[in-house]
């Protein structure tokens, strides 16, 4: 089986083609070939200044000299990646030309964008992740055009996490995108925003039973236990590869823990239970403590090391060893058994230092409502379980 960035090679001979119907849809011409690559094209559009425009996908070739982590934690496509181009017709149709190279990251591998007019000339995309389909923690990329797609401005983070999203203008003037998540909590979402506003990052969460996520007496709560559906987690943005640097300071007190019920994962795996505090993956590496109290953790990986700071004095440092992931995610660690737990948050600080790929310093607590607070303002979920990829099969299967 080919590597999906293989689909869209020239010597696979695929492109688009355009249809016409000059009766309302009754018959249709024949079919019009207007590119050479064919690569997960976005709708026709029509800009203010007449021109037809869309967006499609080309892969290409890697150049950088990323460091992969192996067993499944680097990259789908590890000598490939997705690169978005702007398509125009300035004939009505009849030819179209490439008009501008709209994202070209070889580490974050903008596919399937979608784009809207918002005011004339001045356009918006919304980009899905294509490393390894987002999974680990990439939000759309929104990057903006205000000469009719000629040139488009840096990519900036989103709040929503969208796999084929597709955005529209309303008669409001705001922004409509319905789109898929990935990854958290796998359903076929609605956001709506001004095109002019500031929108700022957030996390993704994967909470299926919001009951299971709540705020009482100044701190958030999780409960979590067995399966997908009584998880909760928070995903954020991932490390490049081991050698970026990630920080996660939380104040947090643990009332009850299995093994996989309370977990920081920064760059490395660290297990929270109410007597003791561990790397994950490497148990006997560990420090007694009384986490059933509110401490305020430091966890940092840097320069092949995992340090663990418990108000304010290191108790853990070690060489990671191969213990390294791109996972930057607090909560129960999914996918895994044994995960029932009670814990309490109330303040939270993650940043990822990324030598090529985007970088975070955000911060949370408790008196500023949740994490995912903008997914609560302002996305609606439409259908749980909309994604194509992560359906009642996959969701299932844990690590025990």
């Known amino acids: 089986m080919c590597p999906l960035y293989m689909w869209q090679k020239p010597n696979r001979e695929m492109a688009n083609y355009v249809l016409w119907s000059e009766d309302d849809g009754l018959t249709w011409s024949d079919p019009r070939k207007i590119d050479d690559i064919g690569g997960e094209p976005e709708r026709i559009h029509q800009l203010a200044n007449g021109d037809l425009v869309y967006t499609l996908v080309q892969s290409a ?4 000299n990323r460091a992969h982590i192996g067993n499944m934690l680097g990259t789908l496509e590890p000598v490939g990646y997705y690169m978005c181009y702007l398509m125009a017709s300035t004939d009505g149709g009849k030819s179209f030309h490439l008009r501008s190279v709209l994202a070209n990251n070889q580490l974050y591998a903008d596919g399937e964008v979608g784009i809207v007019e918002y005011a004339p000339g001045q356009l918006l995309s919304v980009s899905r992740c294509g490393d390894m389909g987002g999974m680990y923690g990439q939000p759309s990329m929104i990057r903006r055009s205000l000469d009719f797609g000629f040139t488009w401005s840096e990519p900036v983070l989103s709040p929503y996490y969208g796999q084929r999203a597709i955005p529209g203008k309303l008669q409001s003037g ?12 796998y359903a076929s979402y609605a956001a709506v925003f001004n095109p002019y506003e500031d929108i700022r990052y957030e996390p993704n969460s994967n909470i299926w039973d ?5 705020i009482e007496d100044g701190t958030m709560v999780l409960r979590t236990d067995e399966h997908y559906e009584n998880g909760v987690n928070f995903i954020f943005y991932p490390a490049e590869d081991l050698h970026a640097r990630v920080e996660i300071e939380a104040e947090l007190a643990v009332q009850e823990a299995d093994i996989n019920g309370c977990n920081i994962s920064a760059g490395c795996w660290i297990r929270f239970e109410p007597n003791r505090i561990s790397l994950a993956d490497r148990p006997e590496d560990s420090f007694e403590l ?3 109290q509110f401490h305020r953790y430091r966890i940092l990986r840097e320069d092949g090391t995992i340090s663990i700071f418990v108000d304010g004095e290191l108790r853990l440092s070690r060489m990671v060893n191969g213990l390294d992931v791109r996972f930057v995610r607090i909560g129960n660690r999914e996918g895994f058994k044994r995960n029932r737990s009670v814990s309490r948050w109330k303040s939270v600080r993650v940043k990822v230092e990324n030598q090529d790929d985007a970088c975070i310093d955000w911060a949370w607590s408790v008196e500023q409502g949740y994490p995912d607070q903008f997914r609560r303002d302002r996305i609606l979920c439409l259908d749980k379980d909309g994604s194509l990829m992560h359906g009642n099969l996959l969701k299932h299967i844990e690590i025990s």
Request: proline share 4%; charged share 30%.
């Open 290 to 292: 009384d986490a059933t």
């Open 61 to 64: 070739d890697r150049t950088d």
């Open 210 to 214: 919001e009951s299971r996520c709540w």
């Open 174 to 185: 705001n922004i409509l995108i319905t789109y898929r998540s990935a990854p958290g909590t």
